[in-house]
């Protein structure tokens, strides 16, 4: 799934035994619980803080070298075991095989030509790795008694993948052996390389997914070696910070929502071999068919033999496909930046513009996104700058005035302006805040396009400058967006052209809009605050970002990463790839699930 699959020749076995006592150790991981637990850090000190809790992991790091589970060989080694295993389990294997595509690392190749919406691949329950699965391993009586594992689904994926890591005897062998050694994701990034990330958006989401990485590693350490319940896990001779940082990165990248065999609700599931397949843009092409019990997925478009076959991860922007999954993608349809924006509630006409957003739905403070197609903004932050930039009497209006109940609809339609002066304030607002957030940033789009040329530049820092850069064309183009629309409705208001009105008649316009209003958003902080109660009922306080869908509800690929972060459809404090599944017709018996990689 995307440049997943840089690898590393690993030996077996589990290496020499570090010079260091278990009190030693348990001393250095109880410092590394108190520093990532301690209270946030006041504004501008959390890369200061990212330093101190990074020493002290490679000081842990130093210290357990040599004792992580490996297996002897490269992925490819294994590829034809996970090829028979996924044979003899019922899965599909004949139309495609795995092939190493350079850049892209390995994916699925077309053995034979497919059609666009044919079915050519299955995945049964039985190869799945799902949260219930961990229920009924070795993992199960820390799960029944630990409260972070059963408010986490990822954190418990990922524990469940190191438990059968380590077990001769795992029938997930096949698919453990053939994960990359090694992940793109910020977690393997060095120091330098995150720093070319300092004053881009995805700065904050990083530093927490470093910080709640580190945080459940050494909550998660003290219970494998205290807890009654751990005695038997196969993790107490090795479970080292490269081990969870790996199993995080697995399932970060992996991790989706399927329906659970009743189809009552979702769990959380890796799904081995589809897994495989790289992103590009277009649409959710996997479900699961709950009447054969396994995750299917159709062809995107016409594949010839021997050409890539992709799926769509969802509707991911840059920043949540490093993140979360290690890669930048060129050209993605997607790709977006946010931006806080709400009425001050100390505004005189807080009020009223408080209430005609809530008649279309709309927080009076919220993030939004600038998006990279043209124009920059949807409905929703239309209607919200269109609120924002209201007079009183266009207020009073829309609350009490001629038609005010439908009006409300027209808010996020380009059709029905408020006004041109209304419609030159909000423009030129966005011009503005647009131009003032390229102004954080310590380099220039220029500056970045040089240091790309460099052919000495590392894999993660040319990530990281891709991503600084892709940001600041998203804000060139909203600067450059608002300035052309500000000046039209200039012209519309200095030739007094006639303003379109809204009339009972034109309900067909509002029905055929891209995007209709009331739309409710959703508040991003709701999940995390109840997974933060989850915490903080096991006194450590992670973050939501922690290991739970960030994203979510993840549909098209939203999903919260391990230590991720949410937003405007998914964003990220969840550690795994997950979708959003959808239930149709009972009668089919068939869930469509964004199942993301």
């Known amino acids: 799934m995307g440049k997943k699959s840089r690898v590393k020749t690993q030996k077996s076995g589990t290496g020499a035994t570090a010079a260091v006592s278990p009190k030693e150790m348990m001393n250095l991981i109880s410092e590394l619980l108190q520093k990532c637990s301690s209270t946030a850090p006041s504004p501008g000190k959390e890369w200061e803080e990212y330093v101190q809790i990074r020493a002290l992991v490679e000081k842990i790091r130093k210290k357990q070298k040599g004792l992580s589970v490996s297996f002897e060989g490269t992925r490819e080694d294994f590829f034809s075991e996970l090829m028979a295993w996924a044979a003899e389990c019922g899965a599909s294997c004949d139309g495609f095989e795995i092939s190493n595509f350079a850049d892209e690392g390995y994916g699925l190749k077309a053995a034979k030509d497919i059609k666009a ?12 790795m799902t949260v219930e699965s961990a229920k009924n391993s070795v993992l199960g009586p820390l799960y029944s008694q630990d409260r972070i594992l059963q408010a986490m689904g990822n954190v418990t994926l990922a524990l469940h993948l190191l438990c059968e890591r380590a077990n001769p005897s795992s029938p997930w062998l096949p698919y453990i052996k053939t994960l990359p050694a090694d992940y793109d994701t910020p977690l393997y990034f060095e120091e330098e390389e995150v720093r070319h990330l300092l004053a881009t958006q995805a700065i904050q989401d990083v530093l927490s997914q470093y910080k709640n990485t580190a945080r ?42 399927i329906p659970t065999a009743d189809g009552s609700r979702v769990t959380l599931a890796l799904i081995p071999l589809w897994d495989m397949c790289n992103h590009t843009n277009g649409l959710i092409t996997t479900g699961y068919n709950l009447e054969d019990d396994r995750c299917e997925c159709v062809a995107l478009k016409d594949y010839k033999e021997g050409e890539q076959i992709y ?34 509630k100390s505004e005189r006409l807080y009020a009223m513009k408080a209430e005609v957003l809530a008649r279309a739905g709309i927080p009076a403070s919220s993030v939004f996104a600038l998006h990279c197609s043209e124009p920059p903004i949807t409905a929703q932050l239309l209607a919200f700058l269109r609120v924002f930039c209201m007079t009183e009497e266009e207020l009073r209006d829309y609350l009490v005035g001629d038609h005010a109940i439908n009006k409300i609809f027209t808010l996020g339609n380009t059709e029905f302006p408020v006004s041109w002066e209304n419609e030159i304030k909000l423009w030129t607002f966005l011009e503005t805040r647009a131009a003032l957030l390229l102004k954080t940033y310590k380099t220039t789009a220029e500056e970045d396009r040089s240091m790309l040329e460099k052919p000495d530049l590392s894999l993660h820092s040319r990530t990281a400058i891709k991503l600084r850069l892709a940001e600041k064309e998203i804000l060139e183009r909203a600067v450059s967006s608002g300035r052309a629309k500000r000046l039209h409705f200039q012209k519309q208001l200095d030739e007094g052209a006639p303003l379109p009105l809204y009339e009972e ?3 067909a316009l509002l029905e055929n809009a891209d995007a209709k209003l009331p739309i409710i958003l959703r508040k991003l902080e709701e999940e995390d605050e109840c997974v933060q109660e989850e915490m903080n009922l096991a006194q450590i306080k992670p973050d939501a970002a922690c290991l739970d869908s960030s994203i979510t509800p993840v549909l098209n690929g939203q ?27 009972p009668s089919t018996k068939r869930t469509e699930a964004s199942i993301l990689n």
């Open 117 to 128: 919406e044919e079915l050519f691949l299955w995945i049964p329950r039985k190869m799945l």
């Open 216 to 257: 459940q590693y050494a909550y998660f350490y003290k219970v494998i070696h205290t807890h009654p319940n751990a005695s038997k896990l196969p993790l107490k001779d090795a479970f080292t910070f490269d081990d969870y940082r790996w199993a995080v990165s697995s399932v970060m990248t992996r991790q989706n929502q």
């Open 311 to 344: 799926i769509f991860y969802g509707t991911r922007s840059n920043a949540e496909f490093v993140i979360h999954n290690g890669f930048f993608f060129e050209g993605n349809a997607h790709d977006r930046v946010k931006i806080k924006l709400g009425v001050s």
């Open 505 to 507: 008649s034109d309900i």
């Open 559 to 585: 999903c919260k990463d391990l230590n991720g972060t949410q937003e405007d459809p998914p964003g990220g404090d969840a550690v795994v790839k997950e979708s959003k599944v959808e239930k149709h017709d």
